[in-house]
Every structure is written in C-alpha cells, then in structure tokens.
Antibody, heavy 122, light 110 residues
Framework: EVQLVESGGGLVQPGGSLRLSCAAS????????MSWVRQAPGKGLEWVAL????????YYVDSVKGRFTISRDNAKNSLYLQMNSLRAEDTAVYYC???????????????WGQGTTVTVSS | QAGLTQPPSVSKGLRQTATLTCSGN????????AAWLQQHQGHPPKLLSY???NRPSGISERFSASRSGNTASLTITGLQPEDEADYYC???????????FGGGTKLTVL
C-alpha cells in the first residue's frame, strides 16, 4: 500500500524550531519529487516547499524562505521539513505529498499523508 | 504569491451537475492546466484530476476536468451526498517557480 506518514508536529513557542518527518512506503521514494503543503485552521491549502528526487532542486513559498528547509534521505525513504524562527502564522496542519511528473511537468500531488499539527503559541 | 481564483461556494441539487471554476494566468493554469483535489472535513486532500485532465486510478468518471485559456473547470455529474466537500485547484506557476492553490470551493449538495 502506498503510504505517507508525517510526524514531529507539536506546540512550540514563537521563534522556536521544529523538524517534521514524512515516512514513505509502498513506492520507490527516490524516483519522486515531494512537497510539503500546509493548512491553517479553517483555511485553504498552501504549498510550502518542493524537492527534486535527488535533492538537487528545492523551491519554497516566499513566506518561509530563509526559515524553512526541505530535505530528504532516500536511503531511509524519508522527507523532512526543518522549521526555524517559527511564527504564529505558521500554525497549521502540515501534509507531505508525492508529486506526479509527466514529460518534465509537475502534474499534481497524487498521494497525501494524514498530516501533522504544528501550533506556534506562547 | 498570488493564488488562483475559485468561487467560495456552490450549491446544487441531488443528481444534478455542478461545474466548479478556477481562474489563473498564462504562467500557471494557462500553461499546463490545473489539478483538482477534494477534501472532506477532517481528512487530507485527495487528487481528483491531474493537470493534464486525466483521472487517477479509482476516481469516478462522474468527475471530469477541462481547461479553456486561463480558466480550468471541474464538472461533477449525478451529484451524490458524498460529493459535499471542499474542492481546490492547483497549478505550478512557471514565473514564480511555485505551486499556487485556489482558495477552495465549498460544494453543498441539496
């Protein structure tokens, strides 16, 4: 069964750090681009970061540039999101998602995890 | 980063047809189209249609996607109670080098 399982969420104070993990199974993780997407309480989806199969390309939404770092360990079938200098507006459910690519075009996020909740509050 | 534009809500009757729209520009929707996701309350999103308008395996034929210029559409035929959910469009923006999402449309099945 194709599966993504996030972990690492929790309550953190403003200015603090947190590292999210996403464990992949049921597919060849090393051959897929991967993304993090978040959803603030009662709000819509917001893409956060994207990483290429070998980690050589990374992209971020403007609001997290310089604070968040996406990375992966293909030997461990795992995706990570290091979040520093956290703000109240980073409070959200964070999902990891697998990217489908067709003819070098990002085609959509076809597998999603259940999400992990990050709360930034004093 | 500017997002895609979706109507906040759409209401249709049981067994009717709903068409949801998603407007972008030539750098995102107009470039390679939009993907569509469905999200039920308390659950993660589920992909209904890839940007090339193909359906993933297991998605009902009642869901079909199309694009005209910078506007993408998702048509749901024979509405069922379980279709009541939030629907999001998304597209890769080649000028921003970023995924952009619509704000979502809440579909109510009357």
């Amino acid at each position: 069964e194709v599966q993504l399982v996030e972990s690492g969420g929790g309550l953190v104070q403003p200015g603090g750090s947190l590292r999210l993990s996403c464990a992949a199974s049921g597919f060849t993780f090393s051959t897929y681009w991967m993304s993090w997407v978040r959803q603030a309480p009662g709000k819509g989806l917001e893409w956060v970061a994207l990483i290429k199969q070998d980690g050589s390309e990374k992209y971020y939404v403007d609001s997290v540039k310089g604070r968040f770092t996406i990375s992966r360990d293909n030997a461990k079938n795992s995706l990570y999101l290091q979040m520093n200098s956290l703000r109240a507006e980073d409070t959200a459910v964070y999902y990891c998602a697998r990217e489908d690519v067709q003819y070098q075009t990002l085609n959509g996020m076809d597998v999603w995890g259940q999400g992990t909740t990050v709360t930034v509050s004093s | 980063q500017a997002g895609l534009t979706q109507p906040p809500s759409v209401s249709k009757g049981l067994r009717q047809t709903a068409t949801l729209t998603c407007s972008g520009n030539s750098n995102n929707v107009g470039d390679q189209g939009a993907a569509w996701l469905q999200q039920h309350q308390g659950h993660p999103p589920k992909l209904l249609s890839y940007r090339n308008n193909n359906r993933p395996s297991g998605i009902s034929e009642r869901f079909s996607a199309s694009r005209s210029g910078n506007t993408a559409s998702l048509t749901i035929t024979g509405l069922q109670p379980e279709d009541e959910a939030d629907y999001y469009c998304s597209a890769w923006d080649s000028s921003l080098s970023a995924w952009v999402f619509g704000g979502g449309t809440k579909l109510t099945v009357l």
